[in-house]
């Protein structure tokens, strides 16, 4: 690892530098001050936007460089004193940077974010190019404009507004694999120095909707279980031999359709599900996201958030079975499907998993066992929601978008969280960004609004702000 060297002539110490950096910029025209950064901030979006940083394998190496040394000259022209890489076997470097806080006695914000994106998928599906950033109505369209590089340009816009010396120390974590995953996830815990904060701003998500302030207080676990059967040792026609021949394929569903009860809820025992109390989707704009008919039901009973956030969700994520086109009339001697269990936040993953697998072992459709295989788990995360951090965060959301913030969680994973967490342990998490709902991550078409980065970067302003304020009056009272 390379790093640059602070230059601690330049770091105030005392409380009294404190009040000097925050007088530094007028907090009262920090909104003015980010609507004049925007065309800076949205010029700077495009030239990362348009670099196809996909770090999956099989794609090129060469643009996820070039997006990680456009954001270190970012960092530089800020003036961040110490800027380094992290690199780690098979994955792509991390940019870690540093600005110390302006006095002993000030705290330290973790930012996070990461400047890799998901592959584009068909690209005929797009209404553009997904790698040339296209005006939309209000906002932009490129693949991984939203998520995650709209939140990367909201970390360097608070910077700039605060002239790169914000009231507090700053760390920056800008990762360059979180599509795949990498060895990253767990690195903080091995290193907590490097990454001991106050709080840290999850930047990789966003509101439930456009102009809804939102904070996301859970993540939802996941793991996931192969589930095999085998009857015969090849197929058999099925007209001799179809009656009494164990067909494999009708033995897995069978199993399969064990998981879930009537109304579509999970029947496995021992999956934690508890009541949602926070803010939701509606129906109709969950069917929208979804793309789901008005004349189909949804599954499962009780409310939106205990289904899709409290508790748990089976999915069958892929099936060995022969193709219906060219299919033989034959007893199919051989099936396989890889399931994806998600869970509550607070659930253990491996006693989670375990419930499934052993759910499934102790089946025997037709009398026939099953082979069950856990794979990878990854474990959910619930936020603590009543420190100083939430307080000031709660404030600047309602300052940058003009209402209270809502409470929500996210059946998604991001597996760093619980690594910074580990590291920082008394640290206070907060997810939140410039993305939303509608934004189209990991889908064709996906965009950013204007209004939305331009409403993070004033909040992320007023958060830092605040949480440097009443830190220092926790401190001097």
């Given at each position: ?5 602070r ?36 010029a ?6 348009a ?5 999956f ?13 456009l ?7 800020v ?5 380094e890489r ?20 000030a705290?330290?914000?973790l ?5 890799d ?50 009231p ?17 996830d ?15 701003v ?5 509101n ?14 996941a793991a996931?279980?192969?589930?095999e ?31 879930h009860d009537v ?6 025992e021992?999956?934690?599900r508890?009541?949602?109390t ?8 969950f ?5 789901v008919?008005e ?9 939106l958030?205990?289904?899709l ?20 009339s ?37 009398g026939?066992?099953l ?29 940058a ?9 996210t ?62 009056k926790?401190?001097?009272?």
């Amino acid at each position: 690892m390379a790093a640059t060297d602070r230059d601690p002539d330049n770091e105030p110490n005392d409380l009294n530098d404190l009040d000097e950096v925050s007088d530094l910029v007028d907090d009262s025209d920090l909104p003015g001050r980010v609507d004049r950064l925007m065309d800076g901030l949205v010029a700077d979006l495009e030239r990362l936007a348009a670099i196809p940083s996909i770090a999956f394998p099989g794609f090129p190496a060469g643009p996820v460089q070039e997006a990680h040394d456009l954001l270190v000259g970012l960092l530089h022209d800020v003036g961040v004193p110490h800027v380094e890489r992290i690199d780690l076997p098979d994955t792509a470097p991390v940019v870690f940077a540093e600005i110390p806080p302006p006095t002993p006695v000030a705290p330290t914000v973790l930012l996070y974010s990461h400047y890799d994106v998901q592959p584009p998928g068909d690209e005929s599906l797009w209404r553009s190019p997904p790698f040339e950033p296209t005006p939309i109505e209000g906002g932009l369209r490129a693949r991984g404009i939203a998520d995650d590089k709209s939140n990367v340009i909201a970390h360097l816009g608070m910077l700039r507004a605060f002239g790169g010396r914000p009231p507090v120390g700053v760390k920056i974590v800008f990762e360059g694999q979180e599509e795949y995953g990498s060895p990253f996830d767990g690195y903080p815990p091995t290193d907590p120095d490097r990454f001991a904060c106050d709080a840290m701003v999850i930047a990789d998500l966003g509101n439930l909707r456009p102009g809804t302030p939102t904070l996301t207080t859970g993540l939802r676990g996941a793991a996931e279980v192969m589930v095999e059967v085998r009857t015969l040792q090849e197929p058999r026609h099925s007209g001799e031999f179809g009656g009494a021949a164990p067909d494999a394929l009708l033995t897995l569903l069978k199993a399969l359709a064990t998981l879930h009860d009537v109304h579509g809820d999970v029947a496995v025992e021992g999956l934690r599900r508890e009541e949602w109390t926070g803010t939701s989707y509606t129906e109709d704009e969950f069917r929208d996201l979804a793309s789901v008919a008005e004349d189909l039901p949804l599954l499962g009973s009780g409310t939106l958030g205990e289904r899709l956030w409290s508790g748990p969700a089976i999915t069958v994520i892929g099936l060995d079975a022969p193709g219906v086109d060219g299919a033989a009339s034959a007893v199919v001697p051989y099936a396989r499907a890889k399931l994806n269990l998600r869970f509550h936040p607070k659930q253990d993953p491996h006693e989670a998993q375990d419930h499934l697998v052993r759910h499934l072992r102790a089946l025997r459709p037709f009398g026939i066992p099953l082979t069950v295989t856990p794979g990878d788990t990854g474990p959910g995360y619930e936020a603590a929601t009543g420190g100083p951090a939430y307080r000031a965060a709660r404030a600047a959301l309602k300052e940058a978008w003009g209402s209270d913030a809502s409470y929500v969680a996210t059946g998604g994973s991001i597996p760093l969280v619980n690594g910074l967490a580990q590291a920082a342990p008394d640290a206070e998490v907060l997810l939140f960004g410039a993305q939303d709902s509608l934004c189209n991550l990991h889908a064709p078409n996906e965009r950013v609004l204007f209004s939305e980065l331009r409403a993070t970067v004033v909040a992320m302003c007023a958060f830092v702000r605040r949480y440097a304020d009443d830190f220092r009056k926790g401190v001097t009272s």
